[in-house]
């Protein structure tokens, strides 16, 4: 067998290193913390029944109001001589159960009525909303009073109108969310499929708001625990000889100055189980969440975290220019896995030049741009090495004050999505002068003035009257005109675009071409144009560099890549694009998938789908090889002249 054809021997299937459900929680310190306490003392009221504990209501009025450590009684007895720890035992253990209780039957009525009127909307959602709003208009705990009035003074009945009160809580917040999702492409499929608005209720959406709910119960039974024990407290609810904690609490208020113990350690039982289901609560939320999942344990901060050592930081190049980016390395730390999105990429760009950045979904392009400016979410991102220089100043070294008066003022951003990069509650307008005033100190009319001028700079027609535009009020080109003019509010060294055209027609993609063309030669701005479309390159970009799982594999001009790619997987790009008057050319798919960045193949990463890999290929560190200033390939076999892939 020969050396191309030989394949790499198969590897075992990566066991998933994202942290699961268990790790999640235990990563939460206090989530953990709320656990331990709360199954401790679920344990205790669960196993009362078999504890050699006193009969919690048995009176012996000679032992009343005995002292905590007496012998016999551990935590004391009360004005009736009953032992306080058995009370307090089963009295949690009771309300537990009641608090346990009215949060499910909140939830299933509340989720069942928020579920309704959002999905049918029209007068069934007005009359269970109003229904809502009649019952909100009281004070809940006045409500629940008023229930327990007109059902009479009891455990259970505190229970009803303790459910019932919360009702409305789950129906609004579950009625908002299934309002959006009724609305979404996924339900227009499922009726198109046949399915009935009962199956798509409760196949379809239900599932996607079950998070929620558990979310709400989880962080509501405290909350329900509570409510009991303050109409228990008031004589409401638990009735003697019954002990729960708010009746425990309720009775011991009357002898708080002589036998304070009597009080202190039911309140202190009702503190320690409401705090630990709170802080379960809130870790279960975190849990649930598919961002916690990824990697990110807390909240993005608003710069990538920059973990480089000092003396590895590398000089910036002699070829100048004003963006110099010398072997950055760009990594994500999810669960006990690196994966490095971007591996030691060079790039330079020069005063009114267009480099273009190739490759497919998941090579590094984005990563790569967000990473010159720290956009790149920490966690789970981070700068591991490398530097960006921006007219000789270190990016990765700036201050987080000097990186936000760069954003937007010498580098500016184009993303692929106009419709949300712009805020959906702000005028265009509104937003152009901000993006205008931010960085430059001017009036609100000087503002607007220029925002005008930037839009018509833009090709966008009655520029005066699209400032009171919403976003939504406009096409997708229109939209992605008005990114642009924001880019270029205030006149930046060096516009980056990602994917800019991607999701526009190709008559619009032609005139965003031309209109970026234009704008960097007479404002001579430089532009780093991510994509992953050789036809774009072609038309825009001066020079091209490719990337593949997270390098770049080669990199020229864009004449001498298109006519001459030295890299198979350059050339399998290239193939795949098709070219006007040739129908008969045939267009090759790239076979396989790129690795996956966490568990990189030593050598080159794009041996195991190219056609040309030879046993060499896949040992060792293979460098980017610069056959002139402009032009190099990461490759031992590079493809000789009109070669093909």
């Given at each position: 067998?020969?050396?191309?054809?030989?394949?790499?021997?198969?590897?075992?299937?990566?066991?998933?290193?994202?942290?699961?459900?268990?790790?999640?929680?235990?990563?939460?310190?206090?989530?953990?913390?709320?656990?331990?306490?709360?199954?401790l003392?679920?344990?205790?009221?669960?196993?009362?029944?078999?504890?050699?504990?006193?009969?919690?209501?048995?009176?012996?009025?000679?032992?009343?109001?005995?002292?905590?450590?007496?012998?016999?009684?551990?935590?004391?007895?009360?004005?009736?001589?009953?032992?306080?720890?058995?009370?307090?035992?089963?009295?949690?253990?009771?309300?537990?159960?009641?608090?346990?209780?009215?949060?499910?039957?909140?939830?299933?009525?509340?989720s069942?009525?928020?579920l309704?009127?959002?999905?049918?909307?029209?007068?069934?959602?007005?009359?269970?909303?109003?229904?809502?709003?009649?019952?909100?208009?009281?004070?809940?705990?006045?409500?629940?009073?008023?229930?327990?009035?007109?059902?009479?003074?009891?455990?259970?009945?505190?229970?009803?109108?303790?459910?019932?009160?919360?009702?409305?809580?789950?129906?609004?917040?579950?009625?908002?969310?299934?309002?959006?999702?009724?609305?979404?492409?996924?339900?227009?499929?499922?009726?198109?499929?046949?399915?009935?608005?009962?199956?798509?209720?409760?196949?379809?959406?239900?599932?996607?708001?079950?998070?929620?709910?558990?979310?709400?119960?989880?962080?509501?039974?405290?909350?329900?625990?509570?409510?009991?024990?303050?109409?228990?407290?008031?004589?409401?609810?638990?009735?003697?000889?019954?002990?729960?904690?708010g009746?425990?609490?309720?009775?011991?208020?009357?002898?708080?100055?002589?036998?304070?113990?009597?009080?202190?350690?039911?309140?202190?039982?009702?503190?320690?189980?409401?705090?630990s289901?709170?802080?379960?609560?809130?870790?279960?939320?975190?849990?649930?969440?598919?961002?916690?999942?990824?990697?990110?344990?807390?909240?993005?901060?608003?710069?990538t975290?920059?973990?480089?050592?000092?003396?590895?930081?590398?000089?910036?190049?002699?070829?100048?220019?004003?963006?110099d980016?010398?072997?950055?390395r760009?990594?994500?730390?999810?669960?006990?896995?690196v994966?490095?999105?971007?591996?030691?990429?060079?790039?330079?760009?020069?005063?009114?030049?267009?480099?273009?950045?190739?490759?497919?979904?998941?090579?590094?392009k984005?990563?790569t741009?967000?990473?010159?400016?720290?956009?790149?979410?920490?966690?789970?991102?981070?700068?591991?090495?490398?530097?960006?220089?921006?007219?000789?100043?270190?990016?990765?070294?700036?201050?987080?004050?000097?990186?936000?008066?760069?954003?937007?003022?010498?580098v500016?951003?184009?993303?692929?999505?106009?419709?949300?990069?712009?805020?959906?509650?702000?005028?265009?307008?509104?937003?152009?002068?901000?993006?205008?005033?931010?960085?430059?100190?001017?009036?609100?009319?000087?503002?607007?003035?220029?925002?005008?001028?930037?839009?018509?700079?833009?090709?966008?027609?009655?520029?005066?009257?699209?400032?009171?535009?919403?976003?939504?009020?406009?096409?997708?080109?229109?939209?992605?005109?008005?990114?642009?003019?924001?880019?270029?509010?205030?006149?930046?060294?060096v516009?980056?675009?990602?994917?800019?055209?991607?999701?526009?027609?190709?008559?619009?993609?032609?005139?965003?071409?031309?209109?970026?063309?234009?704008?960097?030669?007479?404002?001579?701005?430089?532009?780093?144009?991510?994509?992953?479309?050789?036809?774009?390159?072609?038309?825009?970009?001066?020079?091209?560099?490719?990337?593949?799982?997270?390098?770049?594999?080669?990199?020229?001009?864009?004449?001498?890549?298109?006519?001459?790619p030295?890299?198979?997987?350059?050339?399998?790009?290239?193939?795949?694009?098709?070219?006007?008057?040739e129908?008969?050319?045939?267009?090759?798919?790239?076979?396989?998938?790129?690795?996956?960045?966490?568990?990189?193949?030593?050598?080159?990463?794009?041996?195991?789908?190219?056609p040309?890999?030879?046993?060499?290929?896949?040992?060792?560190?293979?460098?980017?090889?610069?056959?002139?200033?402009?032009?190099?390939?990461?490759?031992?076999?590079?493809?000789?002249?009109?070669?093909?892939?």
């Amino acid at each position: 067998m020969s050396d191309t054809t030989m394949s790499a021997p198969s590897k075992e299937k990566a066991k998933s290193s994202r942290p699961g459900t268990l790790a999640l929680l235990l990563n939460n310190s206090l989530a953990t913390s709320g656990l331990i306490v709360l199954v401790l003392i679920c344990l205790i009221a669960l196993a009362a029944p078999i504890l050699p504990l006193a009969n919690p209501d048995v009176t012996a009025p000679a032992d009343r109001l005995l002292p905590v450590l007496t012998e016999g009684h551990l935590l004391g007895t009360d004005h009736l001589g009953r032992d306080i720890l058995s009370r307090l035992i089963w009295g949690t253990r009771i309300s537990l159960a009641v608090g346990l209780s009215a949060t499910i039957i909140a939830a299933f009525f509340g989720s069942l009525l928020g579920l309704v009127a959002g999905y049918a909307g029209g007068r069934t959602d007005t009359l269970i909303m109003r229904g809502i709003d009649m019952v909100m208009a009281f004070p809940y705990i006045l409500l629940a009073l008023a229930i327990v009035a007109v059902l009479g003074p009891g455990l259970l009945n505190a229970l009803y109108a303790i459910a019932l009160v919360n009702i409305p809580f789950f129906a609004r917040n579950i009625r908002g969310i299934t309002l959006g999702l009724s609305r979404r492409e996924f339900v227009d499929a499922a009726r198109l499929s046949g399915k009935s608005p009962v199956q798509i209720l409760f196949l379809e959406i239900l599932p996607n708001v079950l998070p929620v709910i558990v979310i709400t119960m989880s962080t509501t039974v405290g909350w329900m625990i509570l409510e009991t024990a303050g109409l228990s407290f008031l004589g409401l609810g638990a009735q003697p000889p019954q002990a729960d904690l708010g009746s425990m609490l309720g009775e011991g208020r009357k002898i708080l100055f002589t036998a304070p113990h009597v009080s202190i350690i039911p309140g202190l039982m009702i503190f320690a189980l409401v705090m630990s289901i709170n802080l379960f609560g809130d870790g279960v939320r975190d849990i649930l969440d598919p961002r916690l999942r990824a990697g990110s344990l807390t909240r993005p901060v608003s710069r990538t975290a920059v973990h480089r050592e000092p003396d590895e930081i590398p000089a910036p190049s002699e070829k100048g220019g004003v963006l110099d980016v010398r072997q950055m390395r760009t990594e994500f730390q999810i669960g006990s896995s690196v994966y490095k999105a971007v591996g030691g990429v060079d790039l330079n760009l020069k005063e009114g030049e267009c480099l273009g950045v190739v490759g497919e979904s998941g090579s590094g392009k984005s990563v790569t741009a967000m990473s010159i400016m720290g956009l790149v979410p920490t966690p789970p991102g981070r700068i591991a090495g490398g530097a960006a220089y921006l007219d000789g100043e270190d990016l990765f070294a700036a201050s987080d004050r000097r990186i936000r008066d760069l954003r937007g003022g010498s580098v500016a951003y184009v993303f692929q999505d106009p419709l949300s990069t712009l805020h959906p509650l702000f005028t265009v307008g509104d937003q152009l002068t901000e993006a205008i005033t931010i960085h430059q100190p001017m009036s609100g009319s000087k503002a607007r003035e220029k925002a005008v001028e930037l839009l018509s700079l833009v090709r966008i027609p009655n520029a005066k009257e699209r400032l009171s535009a919403y976003p939504h009020e406009l096409s997708g080109g229109m939209r992605q005109r008005v990114c642009i003019a924001m880019a270029l509010a205030n006149d930046a060294k060096v516009l980056i675009a990602d994917e800019p055209t991607t999701a526009l027609d190709v008559t619009v993609q032609s005139q965003i071409l031309t209109l970026m063309n234009g704008l960097r030669r007479e404002r001579n701005a430089a532009i780093l144009f991510i994509t992953h479309d050789f036809g774009v390159v072609s038309a825009l970009c001066d020079r091209v560099a490719v990337m593949y799982a997270g390098r770049i594999v080669e990199t020229g001009t864009t004449e001498e890549v298109l006519a001459n790619p030295r890299h198979p997987y350059t050339a399998k790009l290239i193939e795949c694009v098709p070219v006007l008057g040739e129908p008969d050319r045939r267009l090759d798919a790239i076979e396989g998938r790129p690795p996956v960045v966490n568990n990189l193949p030593d050598g080159c990463a794009f041996a195991e789908r190219c056609p040309h890999a030879q046993a060499s290929c896949r040992t060792g560190e293979i460098n980017l090889e610069m056959s002139s200033e402009t032009r190099g390939v990461r490759c031992l076999f590079p493809l000789n002249s009109g070669a093909t892939a």
